[in-house]
T-cell receptor, first 113, second 114 residues
């Protein structure tokens, strides 16, 4: 079945550092790929998404590119801020599977001033 | 407009009791999903509704779990004879339908079974 493998955390960075959180997937067909973020004490929010190969999703300075050849959707940000401290989840869904989200385990990011 | 809402936000219950968790999706969203987030584990899909029908119940962990949806709106997830392993955050999400791939999440219900 479909699955998502995500880089384990926790990740601790200093402010303005470069961030990469790796995500790879296994899926049939042509899934849509997502990054969701969960800030402390808050619910899950969609951060960005990509629906087809070579699409780049971007939001709040974060980017991820849908790479079908490497089945990857790595999350990057050039300069993190303390306010980016959160748990980040990579996920996919498939039209052939009722669009239910298949999740990675989440990566906790702490950014220190 | 209003987002997805869930109630209660927190529920503490004793082992063996039944609980009901409620989800109010975004108005007009025909698809509704329930997920569970247990401490130290990833999110797990529980059940999917399209309208008032549940074509995919494959994630329900046991027959103690059931859900219904009425009026293509509110959904209730019921857990009978709760066990300690049911302790988790239960999340509801809605979307315009399976043709739309973006799901919007509620704040969740934190269930603690003592």
């Amino acid at each position: 079945g479909d699955s998502v493998t995500q880089m384990e955390g926790p990740v601790t960075l200093s402010e303005e550092a470069f961030l990469t959180i790796n995500c790879t997937y296994t899926a049939t067909g042509y899934p849509s790929l997502f990054w969701y973020v969960q800030y402390p004490g808050e619910g899950l929010q969609l951060l960005l998404k990509a629906t087809k190969a070579d699409d780049k999703g971007s939001n709040k300075g974060f980017e991820a590119t849908y790479r079908k050849e490497t089945t990857s959707f790595h999350l990057e940000k050039g300069s993190v801020q303390v306010s980016d401290s959160a748990v980040y989840f990579c996920a996919l869904n498939n039209a052939g599977n009722n669009r239910k989200l298949i999740w990675g385990l989440g990566t906790s990011l702490a950014v220190n001033p | 407009g209003a987002g997805v809402s869930q109630s209660p936000s927190n529920k503490v219950t004793e082992k063996g009791k039944d609980v009901e968790l409620r989800c109010d999706p975004i108005s007009g969203h025909t698809a509704l999903y329930w997920y569970r987030q247990r401490l130290g584990q990833g999110l797990e899909f529980l059940i999917y509704f399209q309208g008032n029908s549940a074509p995919d119940k494959s994630g329900l962990p046991s027959d103690r779990f059931s859900a219904e949806r009425t009026g293509e709106s509110v959904s209730t997830l019921t857990i009978q004879r709760t066990q300690q392993e049911d302790s988790a955050v239960y999340l509801c999400a809605s979307s315009f339908g399976t043709g739309s791939d973006t799901q919007y999440f509620g704040p969740g219900t934190r269930l603690t079974v003592l």
